[in-house]
């Protein structure tokens, strides 16, 4: 029985080599946060280093992707990733969103959430490992974008609205 169970295993994990995945190495760069916002090459280089993987429209991917189930696990993140926060589509946003996006910017590097250490455990993404200076850099680069929003435009357009609860019913 256990003979069968170990085969049965080794089929499977064979069979979901075969898998395809869309990977996220390609998209438009027209809503680039560059195309709006200043971006040092300090900072640029952080966020290509720590963020850009799983924040952006081009993954580069580590070359245990392309070994199952860990290449669905890493897609599935930088699916994620992408969905709460895209620099490659960033300025296609409203402005009350980007300005949003900045502050979550502040708030998940200050806390300590990002990077996750799922993506840092074990070595596997060392230049995401964000030394207290680079943490420092990449939220006053944020604040400052926030700044310069707050300085350009009216406080009342970089407000989030708030969704009004559906009508009693």
Same mark, same amino acid.
């Given at each position: 029985m256990a003979k069968k169970i170990t085969i049965g295993l080794v089929i499977l994990l064979i069979a979901i080599q075969l898998i395809p995945i869309d990977k996220n190495e390609s998209g438009p760069t027209e809503y680039d946060v560059t195309t709006a916002y200043q971006v040092p090459e300090q900072v640029s280089i952080i966020l290509q280093g720590a963020c850009n993987d799983c924040h952006s429209n081009t993954t580069k991917y %580590? &070359?245990? /992707?392309?070994? !199952? %189930? =860990?290449?669905? &696990? +890493?897609?599935?993140? =930088?699916?994620?990733? $992408?969905?709460? +926060?895209?620099? /490659? *589509?960033f300025t296609s946003r409203p402005l009350a969103v980007q300005n949003h996006k900045f502050e979550e910017v502040v708030e998940t590097v200050e806390s300590g959430e990002m990077p996750l250490a799922s993506y840092t455990y074990l070595g596997l993404h %060392? *230049?995401?490992? +964000? /030394? *207290? @200076?680079? $943490?420092?850099? +990449?939220? /006053? &680069? @944020?604040?400052? !974008?926030?700044a310069m929003l707050a300085s350009n435009y009216p406080a009342d357009s970089l407000v989030m609205k708030r969704r009004s609860p559906p009508p009693a019913q």
């Open positions: %580590p &070359w245990y /992707s392309n070994i !199952q %189930p =860990v290449g669905l &696990w +890493l897609n599935h993140h =930088v699916t994620e990733g $992408k969905g709460h +926060l895209n620099f /490659s *589509e %060392p *230049e995401a490992n +964000l /030394s *207290e @200076a680079e $943490k420092a850099t +990449l939220i /006053s &680069w @944020a604040k400052d !974008q926030m």
